[in-house]
């Protein structure tokens, strides 16, 4: 069946600038992460979702950063102003259920980067 | 909040031998351990897991240890092919996340 998806693949954006990054999870899946992967570093948890709600956002780095999954599927990740600093791939995941956790799927991610 | 620490950064093995990366957590409260392989331009893949009820898992090549007592995991890879070469990743599950490793580049030279 299919994974996890993300578009875009790739987003080149000004500083300052908005962009909303977009994760299809694998269908079925309740549980939903992002994640931030840094050149040369592992990935870097950002919120997890449950459902609809925001189980974890602790990883956020700041109120620039804003995620949503309003229908409990899709989920969609914000970040208003932009800055050089949030040039990374971000990856979403998937898993089935997390009351027992379990095998994250990951999406290929998105390439942001920020000029 | 949980730290994971992973050694070595880089790896290099001569086809057939065996190659051992090393991890670390801070946090007890962590109790599912997976290993991802990542190769370049690619999504981490999982290779194996381990739960904290169990010591050791093997899959083939690959094994798992987990020592919950001195909070530490170790991946094994027997037999190393060449097209293991990739960057490895550890990560530590506290409830409701994965805590990642800073990676391991391992290369398998024919």
């Known amino acids: 069946g299919a994974g996890v998806s993300q578009t875009p693949s790739n987003k080149v954006t000004e500083k300052g600038k908005y962009v909303e990054l977009r994760c299809d999870p694998i269908s079925g899946h309740t549980a939903l992460y992002w994640y931030r992967q840094s050149l040369g570093q592992g990935p870097e948890f950002l919120i997890y979702?449950?459902?609809?709600?925001?189980?974890?956002d602790s990883g956020l780095p700041n109120d620039r950063f804003f995620a949503v999954r309003p229908e409990g599927s899709v989920s969609t990740l914000k970040i208003q102003r932009t800055e050089r600093g949030d040039s990374a791939v971000y990856l979403c995941?998937?898993?089935?259920?997390?009351?027992?956790?379990?095998?994250?799927?990951f999406g290929p991610g998105t390439r942001l980067t920020v000029t | 909040g949980e730290n994971v620490e992973q050694h070595p950064s880089t790896l290099s093995v001569q086809e057939g031998d065996s190659a051992v990366i090393k991890c670390t957590y801070s946090?007890?409260?962590?109790?599912?351990f997976p290993w991802y392989k990542q190769e370049l331009g690619k999504r981490p893949q999982l290779i194996i897991d381990i739960r904290s009820n169990v010591g050791e898992k093997k899959d083939q090549r690959i094994a798992v240890t987990l020592n919950k007592t001195a909070k530490h995991f170790s991946l094994h890879i027997t037999e190393t092919q060449p097209e293991d070469s990739a960057v490895y990743f550890c990560a530590a599950s506290p409830p409701d996340k994965l805590i990642f490793g800073t990676g391991t580049r391992l290369q398998v030279f024919p």
């Open positions: 979702f449950q459902g609809t709600g925001a189980a974890d």
């Open positions: 995941a998937s898993s089935l259920n997390n009351a027992v956790i379990g095998e994250q799927y």
């Open positions: 946090d007890s409260a962590s109790n599912y």
